[in-house]
Nanobody, 123 residues
Framework: QVQLVESGGGLVQAGGSLRLSCAVS????????MGWFRQAPGKEREFVVV???????YYADSVKGRFTIARGNAKNSVDLQMNSLKPEDTAVYYC?????????????????WGQGSQVTVSS
């Protein structure tokens, strides 16, 4: 049973930074692609970023240059460093895993999901 648990969300002022972490258990973590998605109130869940086992990364245009994804195989985790946060970044952020190790922005391709972590950016 693969389990993903997010941590690190919270409240921050615009221009500030937050770091989200996703701890993975019950899988061959190093061979998966790991992604982050987010869902703002009243909106559909949207893609943020994905990292492949090879280190390849793909960012949504809305976060490029501000967010950075990194994985530490030894720690079985993936982190999302979020800088220069904007009020429109406010959302519940979800960690997701794709056992097929693709780089895709489509949530249907991800088999495993965390419970979500709230990020609120005040203006």
């Amino acid at each position: 049973q693969v389990q993903l648990v997010e941590s690190g969300g919270g409240l921050v002022q615009a221009g500030g930074s937050l770091r989200l972490s996703c701890a993975v258990s019950g899988s061959t973590f190093s061979s998966y692609s790991m992604g982050w998605f987010r869902q703002a109130p009243g909106k559909e869940r949207e893609f943020v970023v994905v990292i492949r086992w090879s280190g390849d990364k793909y960012y949504a245009d809305s976060v490029k240059g501000r967010f950075t994804i990194a994985r530490g195989n030894a720690k079985n985790s993936v982190d999302l460093q979020m800088n220069s946060l904007k009020p429109e970044d406010t959302a519940v952020y979800y960690c997701a895993a794709d056992p097929s190790a693709r780089i895709v922005p489509t949530e249907a391709m991800y088999a495993y999901w965390g419970q979500g972590s709230q990020v609120t950016v005040s203006s």
